[in-house]
């Protein structure tokens, strides 16, 4: 339940950049709309955001999930690809809090959850087994960290079911790039939905990764394996129409023959 009282104690004219400020990190543009926009009190219904490795896509939607919970007392589901994944969420939203100076406002963490004073809460789920811990789950905001690795049957069955008993249902999902196929990939490219806020970030415009360095992971890995991982590109697996190029690096050896 929310704690009103303590909601309106909180300094709503600080800017909710000011989580990664404080955490000493640099906000990129999409980070800087994205919380600008809650700031303003005029966030979009929808947020779809593919961006390229060390993009800080996780501590964007930690920040997200902190200042929602936190300043606005409101419940935020954020659906993981598996546990390891969800514990590691929850690290990193404590570790913004904290570094922001807001952990009074906070009870003690637990491994799957933050509770927020003013009565809102992130809670970390794990999608595997078709989403099952996220069925029944309520909410005001549902996120999904690492979107494309929830298949369809746990987002379409289990996660967006959530939105369904919320006032202003919101959903932010932040994500690598994948195959063309799948519910993200729809969503992402679906044209006729003006609502949601899509934004796609290459490697190329993140100004901590050395181009130089980039240059050689793109020398070491396939065109399409590249493109998914660096460029934020959807691709179709052009390489081989059976196995993901990656699958196949892993199992042949350099130098060694294939006897079948």
Known sequence: MKNNTLIEQLDHSLNPLHIFEANLLNPLSFQASLMNLEWQGRPAPSWIVVASR????????AGLCAFRAIYHGEDVIVACPNESHARNFIRICTQLIFGAKIGSY???PKVLEIESKSGGRILAVHMARGGSAARGLSGHIVCAEEAVLVDNEAATEALLPILASASKPRFVAISSAGKKSGWLYDWFNDETDTETIRIQLSAYDVPHIDPVWLEKQRARMSPSAFAREYLAEFTDYAENPFIPP??????FVPGESLHV
Not at 54 to 61: E, I, Q
Not at 246 to 251: M, N
């Open 54 to 61: 060390r993009a800080g896509k996780s501590f964007s939607l």
């Open 106 to 108: 906070v009870k003690p």
């Open 246 to 251: 990656e699958t196949l690096d892993r199992v």
